[in-house]
Structure formats: structure tokens, C-alpha cells
T-cell receptor
Framework: DQQVKQNSPSLSVQEGRISILNCDYTNSMFDYFLWYKKYPAEGPTFLISISSIKDKNEDGRFTVFLNKSAKHLSLHIVPSQPGDSAVYFCAASAGSGSGNTGKLIFGQGTTLQVKP | DGGITQSPKYLFRKEGQNVTLSCEQNLNHDAMYWYRQDPGQGLRLIYYSQIVNDFQKGDIAEGYSVSREKKESFPLTVTSAQKNPTAFYLC?????????????FGDGTRLSIL
């Protein structure tokens, strides 16, 4: 059972435009969400995160939006640059305090291509 | 320069053979994790360890074993019981229960069957 889903395997956008990557989750216990970026043959690198007490978090060109009622989050990249071309994974974790094991559940990833 | 080092980058396994993937970190992180990535799929958790000499099974632990004798090291052994070992293996580390500190990843080991 896929608890974190990225339903779009790929996305292509023009340089300078907005990229919107989507992620849905099913487990209502998830309360912390992260986005990672991955280049081929490399490990993922952390981009941005959001706690369930917020609905938006912004870091430079990257903004993550969380809609708890819809169990949906999205990553906006504005403006998109060719160097942003990579695979983007969303991840979720559940629990706080002694219940938190640090475990992350990852989506399948979305390959973003930004065309010059 | 702090980070996570995985070796080797490429590894080949013969049928019936056990192989061990190395993961070393110098970030002084308490927790370490092993993930497996297959084409078109996300990262799936194999094993994790929050403290030295302790580790827990993840979602797909069958056919794998780990040890955590030192804080810096978390080797993964792919045993002959793992019938479909061909995959990209990623090691990660973090401060553990502090979720504001995200997991950092190594550059992975690609394992193939001869």
C-alpha cells in the first residue's frame, strides 16, 4: 500500500516558468513532510520541509504548500532553471516525541525537465 | 569536509554469494538508515539504527542484515536469501529524532547480479 504517492512520473517546463510538483498521502498520522532532489547516480539532497502546523514554507525559489484536509502537498519552483532538472521525491514522517523514529516514507518520484 | 561515504560505487554479486555494502559518516549523527531504490519506485527502508549496537527492521528487511558496532559505520550485507538484489542502495544519516534535521544521503551503491 503506497502511503505517499507522486502520480506524475514526469514534468516538463520552460525555463523561467513555474514548476509545480504534487504529492498525496493517505496516512493521517503523517505530520512532517520533506522534498528531496536527486541527480542520476547521486544520493538525494534535502530541499525543503514543512510541519503540519503550517500550510506554507518558503526558501528562495522553492515553496512547499500543505493542504491537510486534502492530504496533499505541492512544491513550487519559481522561476525554474535548467539546473533544476532532476528527480524530486516527497517524503513523510509520523509521530512526535518518543513515538518518532525518524523513519521517512518516500513517494515514487517525479522527473522534472526544465528546457532552456 | 563532513559527509557520508558509500563504497563501492558498483558491486557485482554471484548467485549464492553474500556481499557487504559499506557506509561511513563523519557527521556525528546518531541515526543511520539503509534504503533500496528500484526503477520507477521511491526509496524503501531496509534497516535503520538510532543508536550504536541497536537496529530495527524497516519495510523490506528480508534477505538483508546489518550491524552498528560504531557510531560512524552501518554496513549492510545482502545475503543469498535476497532473491532480487539488483537495485540502487542508499545510506543516510540524521540526528535521529530531531525531525527539523533532515536525513543526509550518500551517493549510493549499484548492485548487480552476474
Amino acid at each position: 500500500d503506497q502511503q505517499v504517492k507522486q502520480n506524475s512520473p514526469s514534468l516538463s517546463v520552460q525555463e523561467g516558468r513555474i514548476s509545480i510538483l504534487n504529492c498525496d498521502y493517505t496516512n493521517s498520522m503523517f505530520d512532517y513532510f520533506l522534498w528531496y532532489k536527486k541527480y542520476p547516480a547521486e544520493g538525494p539532497t534535502f530541499l525543503i520541509s514543512i510541519s503540519s502546523i503550517k500550510d506554507k514554507n518558503e526558501d528562495g525559489r522553492f515553496t512547499v504548500f500543505l493542504n491537510k484536509s486534502a492530504k496533499h502537498l505541492s512544491l513550487h519552483i519559481v522561476p525554474s532553471q535548467p539546473g533544476d532538472s532532476a528527480v524530486y521525491f516527497c517524503a513523510a514522517s509520523a509521530g512526535s516525541g518518543s513515538g518518532n523514529t525518524g523513519k521517512l516514507i518516500f513517494g515514487q518520484g517525479t522527473t522534472l525537465q526544465v528546457k532552456p | 569536509d563532513g559527509g557520508i561515504t558509500q563504497s563501492p560505487k558498483y558491486l557485482f554479486r554471484k548467485e549464492g554469494q553474500n556481499v557487504t555494502l559499506s557506509c561511513e559518516q563523519n557527521l556525528n549523527h546518531d541515526a543511520m538508515y539503509w534504503y533500496r531504490q528500484d526503477p520507477g519506485q521511491g526509496l524503501r527502508l531496509i534497516y535503520y539504527s538510532q543508536i550504536v549496537n541497536d537496529f530495527q527492521k524497516g519495510d523490506i528487511a528480508e534477505g538483508y542484515s546489518v550491524s552498528r558496532e560504531k557510531k560512524e559505520s552501518f554496513p549492510l550485507t545482502v545475503t543469498s536469501a535476497q532473491k532480487n538484489p539488483t537495485a540502487f542502495y542508499l545510506c543516510a544519516s540524521s540526528w535521529g529524532r530531531s525531525r527539523s534535521q533532515p536525513q543526509h544521503f550518500g551517493d549510493g551503491t549499484r548492485l548487480s547480479i552476474l
